[in-house]
């Protein structure tokens, strides 16, 4: 069992940065997938960024946000500049142990989410 929980939302401005948390514990492995997906209202949940030994974003999000993680502390990060109302969503931390993949259905692990709000 592996349990993840995401710190680090909040409410910014368009235009403004926000880094978000994603501690993993349990039976973890450094050669896991880990990855953000991230889901509006009214909308479905969406692939947002990914990291096993590289790293993978949708491309909504590239040049913008950048993946991140820390090995020794079980720890992924993303790292959101350039805010746009568009990337208000619950952000949502996930897991699973193997290969890259951007399907929501083959992460075993997910956090409970974190709220972020873009807005003036």
């Known amino acids: 069992q592996v349990r993840l929980v995401e710190s680090g939302g909040g409410l910014v401005q368009p235009g403004g940065s926000l880094r978000l948390s994603c501690a993993a514990s349990?039976?973890?492995?450094?050669?896991?997938?880990m990855a953000w997906f991230r889901q509006a209202p009214g909308k479905e949940r969406e692939f947002v960024a990914a990291?096993?030994?590289?790293?993978y974003y949708a491309d909504s999000v590239k040049g913008r946000f950048t993946i991140s993680r820390d090995n020794a502390k079980n720890t992924v990060y993303l790292q959101m500049n350039s805010l746009k109302p568009q990337d208000a969503a619950v952000y949502y931390c996930?897991?699973?142990?193997?290969?890259?993949?951007?399907?929501?259905?083959?992460?075993?692990?997910w956090g409970q989410g974190t709220q972020v709000t873009v807005s003036s």
């Open positions: 996930a897991y699973r142990v193997g290969p890259y993949s951007n399907y929501e259905g083959s992460y075993d692990y």
């Open positions: 349990g039976r973890t492995f450094s050669s896991s997938t």
């Open positions: 990291i096993r030994w590289s790293t």
